[in-house]
């Protein structure tokens, strides 16, 4: 159900959000914006979700002072956090973001597997990191319409793109192995946000 809440909402904020802004209500844009990061921070496990929480005032008193600077400043910071979430996991000693999720679906991984996925964790970190410079330049310089195409659709599409072509690829490549489906890769990432989530 979570999953399913999680697409459905994925689905209508970038529509809804590029309509608004193309009628010209930046303000009206600029609340979902921060409806949007709520709702992620209650979704996340525990640590995770503190900075988002954090942020929530901020956001609130930007908004109030010009909705145009969050519209234009909160993609490339999101785009940021996802880069640093990823990147993290990568440093010495830590067990890459994606090498979590495969090795608590299937078991300890062969070593082909472990490779493969800590350099699939490096491209979704160059990935994000490439899309925060994206958004960063087409607010500084290209048109407002342009910029909401692709912050609010483009940018989703791309994320698609990259996430299922990248499971028909390891489909291919790695067809000797057992693979899940996309959404029940998306489950487990949720069911192990759920797990890590501190206990009273």
Same mark, same amino acid.
């Given at each position: 159900m979570r999953v399913l809440l999680w697409v459905g909402v994925l689905c209508v904020y970038p529509v809804l959000a590029?309509?608004?802004?193309?009628?010209? @209500?930046?303000?009206?844009?600029?609340?979902?914006?921060?409806? *949007?990061?709520?709702?992620?921070?209650?979704?996340? $496990? !525990?640590?995770a979700r503190w900075p988002l929480l954090a942020s929530l005032p901020l956001l609130v008193l930007l908004y109030i002072l010009r909705p145009e600077w969050l519209l234009y400043t909160l993609p490339v910071l999101i785009n940021?956090?996802?880069?640093?979430?990823?990147?993290?996991? *990568?440093?010495?000693?830590?067990? $890459?973001?994606?090498?979590?999720?495969?090795?608590?679906?299937? !078991?300890? *991984?062969?070593?082909? *597997?472990?490779?493969?996925t800590? @350099?699939?964790?490096?491209?979704?970190?160059?990935?994000?990191?490439l899309m925060a410079l994206a958004c960063l330049y087409l607010a500084v310089f290209a048109p407002l319409a342009l910029w909401s195409l692709f912050t609010n659709l483009v940018i989703y599409l791309l994320v698609g793109l990259l996430?299922? !072509?990248?499971?028909?690829?390891?489909r291919l490549r790695y067809r000797h192995y057992p693979h899940a489906s996309p959404l029940q890769v998306i489950g487990r990432i949720f069911a192990d946000a759920q797990e890590q989530k501190p206990r009273n």
């Open positions: 590029h309509y608004v802004v193309m009628q010209g @209500r930046l303000d009206l844009a600029a609340v979902f914006l921060i409806l *949007l990061v709520a709702f992620i921070a209650i979704c996340l $496990p !525990g640590k940021l956090l996802l880069c640093f979430l990823f990147g993290r996991t *990568l440093r010495a000693g830590a067990e $890459p973001f994606i090498s979590r999720i495969a090795r608590l679906e299937r !078991g300890e *991984l062969p070593l082909e *597997l472990a490779v493969y800590r @350099r699939l964790t490096w491209m979704w970190a160059v990935f994000f990191a996430f299922f !072509g990248e499971f028909a690829y390891r």
